[in-house]
């Protein structure tokens, strides 16, 4: 035992119960039913420690805390701690102390509980102890551990579907690139199709630089993409000055003056 390793406790009951029990003749194992059970040679508290890998049942006086006895116990199940053959609440453990003299004593819970604490407790310490060997035997040599085999088995096939890992160039779900912006307010491109929308001025006239409308003889326009050119105005008749003289020869009417800069007449 190192003396640097610290002291755990494990397990703490405060009741158990103290017999002397008859030498055993066979080994057929110990029997509670051969002690007297109502009269224990002592009762107290009883404390499973452990340092190190050595677990130390030890019991205890209630009030002080004073030792009565303690069992060091190095293996589980063992000879340091037996259990009877006819009770699960009660145990032979192996007193010892400390100047080489040992004793067998049976110590007894008036509660199942307390007893299977009892039991689990030391067998959890233990199995630690085993787990903490096999990782110090690993250590000393890796190459005792199982290790991973990766490999494929013979005849052990692997099967890899690619088939939509690859698009092809230019398909439908191939997105289209935008142009890069030069900056500040980007403007959207025009629909697909699209035309600039020009105004059409009436038949005869067109669009002077101010924005007012002249007479011309011919006033180009464009529908659907195509130029097509209105016909010239024919020239007045003596037929129809005849039916429009009544509106021409009235004096006095600002109505039969021709507004300049129109080319509308206005009745």
Known sequence: MEEGEYESVLCVK?????????????????RAAEWQLDQ????GRLRITAKGQVAYIKLEDRTSGELFA????????????????????????RIEDGNGRRAFIGI???????????????????KWVKQQCEFAKQAQNPDLGPKLDLGFKEGQTIKLNIANMKKKEGGAGTPRARPAS????SLLPPPPGGKTSTL???????????????????????????????PQPK??????????GDFTKSTGSTSSQTQPGTGWVQF
């Open 70 to 93: 303690q069992a060091p116990v190095d293996q589980f199940p063992g000879t340091a701690v037996e259990s009877v053959t006819d009770s699960s609440r009660y145990f032979v453990i």
């Open 200 to 230: 059409i001025p009436p038949p005869g006239e067109q669009l002077s630089a101010g924005g007012s409308l002249g007479q011309t003889a011919v006033a180009p326009s464009s529908v659907g993409g195509a130029t097509m050119s209105w």
């Open 182 to 185: 030069t900056g500040g307010l």
């Open 108 to 126: 007894g819970f008036g509660d199942r509980g307390d007893a299977f604490d009892f039991n689990v407790a030391l067998q959890d310490h233990f």
């Open 14 to 30: 405060p009741e158990v119960h103290v017999y002397r029990i008859p030498p055993r003749a066979t080994n057929r194992g110990y």
């Open 235 to 244: 020239p007045a008749t003596a037929a129809t000055a005849d039916i429009w």
């Open 40 to 43: 224990p040679s002592w009762s």
